[in-house]
C-alpha cells in the first residue's frame, strides 16, 4: 500500500510533538542533552511544517491547473 507523503509527514510531526510535551512535562530541569534534543525537535517540526506547506499548495496548483 502506497502512503501519502503528506500522512507520514504528519505522523512524524505528531510523534515529534508528543516528545516535546513529554519533556516540559519533566519536573526536573533539562540538561544540556536534554535542551540540544528539544531544540533539533523544535528544527525538525518547523521544517516538517514547511514541507506540508508546500505540498499543500502543490496540490491546490494543481488541482487549479485541472479544473482549467
Known amino acids: 500500500m ?3 507523503p503528506a500522512s507520514a509527514l504528519k505522523r512524524e510531526v505528531h510523534q515529534l510533538i508528543d516528545q516535546q510535551i ?3 512535562k519533566q519536573k526536573s530541569r533539562l540538561d544540556p542533552t536534554q535542551l540540544g534534543d528539544y531544540k533539533a525537535r523544535s528544527k525538525r517540526i518547523q521544517t516538517l511544517y514547511g514541507e506540508l ?6 496540490k491546490v496548483k494543481f488541482e487549479l491547473a485541472r479544473a482549467s
Open 2 to 4: 502506497m502512503m501519502d
Open 22 to 24: 513529554n519533556t516540559l
Open 53 to 58: 506547506d508546500r505540498l499543500g499548495r502543490a
